[in-house]
């Protein structure tokens, strides 16, 4: 709060001489001429209800807007960028399916989908990640399988970031979502260790899984950390993904 005050009597009161505020969610990407001669003010996350009300005010169910807020982890404009893309999925699916249902002629100008974007975006990829660590745990399914719900979700993300702006990388945009789906893999991972602590967040990532062995998880989240770094570090990520999720699946099942 007095870092807060002091800024905004900076902006109220300026001095003689001038300064440059610069805003980002990711400072660690600035360069670091810039980061050592800034002096850095932190804001906190809004409380994931501040966001949820937010969302239902815009018009989405309750239930979906607490799940998108807890992703968010306390950025508006975070929840309110994947609620667009929400809309943009269904638009283009809703575009695809009437193409097909003319024949599957394509409109001039328009590039067709190969196939459709799971409903929901980031809604969807969460719940059939959460699905797929659901069977991972009970040994109904393997790493394989989960990896590909990752790169799928991850790949999908890169398009709808590809659509917002055509000047994006899309290999870029691609390791921002594998980035993003580790730290939700993370986040299912610590809520399996809450569940097991009796602490419970008020919103949980879907998941029929109960309490995992608390000497595992932690290995488990900071894995799914790890990699969360390493794909933002150039890594492979078709060998990343193997990796890590084939050692999820022998720490969970190993004797």
């Known amino acids: 709060a007095p870092a807060q005050n002091a800024l905004l009597k900076t902006l109220e009161e300026p001095p003689a001489q001038s300064y440059?505020?610069?805003i980002t969610p990711s400072p660690q990407e600035l360069l670091s001429t810039i980061r050592s001669r800034s002096q850095v003010v932190e804001f906190g996350e809004l409380p994931t209800e501040v966001v949820m009300r937010g969302l239902?005010?815009?018009?989405?169910?309750?239930?979906?807007?607490?799940?998108?807020?807890?992703l968010a982890r306390g950025s508006v404009g975070r929840a309110l960028r994947w609620a667009e893309d929400m809309r943009t999925i269904e638009e283009k699916n809703a575009r695809a399916a009437e193409r097909k249902g003319k024949g599957g002629g394509e409109e001039e100008g328009e590039e067709e989908e190969e196939t459709p974007f799971t409903p929901g975006g980031i809604l969807g990829w969460t719940r059939a990640l959460a699905g797929k660590l659901d069977q991972l745990v009970?040994?109904?399914?393997?790493?394989?399988?989960?990896?590909?719900?990752?790169?799928?979700?991850?790949?999908?993300?890169?398009?709808?970031?590809?659509?917002?702006?055509?000047?994006?990388?899309?290999?870029?945009?691609?390791?921002d979502g594998i980035g993003l789906m580790m730290g939700i893999a993370a986040e299912w991972f610590a809520d399996r260790l809450r569940h097991g602590l009796g602490t419970p967040l008020e919103t949980v990532l879907p998941g029929?899984?109960?309490?995992?062995?608390?000497?595992?998880?932690?290995?488990l989240i900071a894995t799914a950390r790890a990699a969360e770094g390493e794909i933002d570090r150039n890594a492979n990520d078709k060998i990343l993904l193997a990796a890590t999720t084939v050692m999820w699946e022998k720490w969970l099942h190993s004797e």
Do not use: F, N
Request: glycine share 14%; hydrophobic share 45%; charged share 25%.
């Open 20 to 22: 440059l505020i610069l």
């Open 56 to 70: 239902v005010a815009a018009g989405m169910g309750s239930e979906d807007a607490g799940l998108l807020a807890r």
């Open 138 to 175: 009970a040994g109904r399914g393997g790493a394989s399988e989960v990896a590909e719900v990752i790169a799928g979700a991850a790949g999908q993300y890169a398009k709808l970031q590809v659509h917002r702006d055509k000047l994006t990388s899309a290999d870029r945009a691609k390791r």
């Open 208 to 219: 029929i899984t109960g309490a995992l062995d608390h000497t595992v998880v932690p290995r």
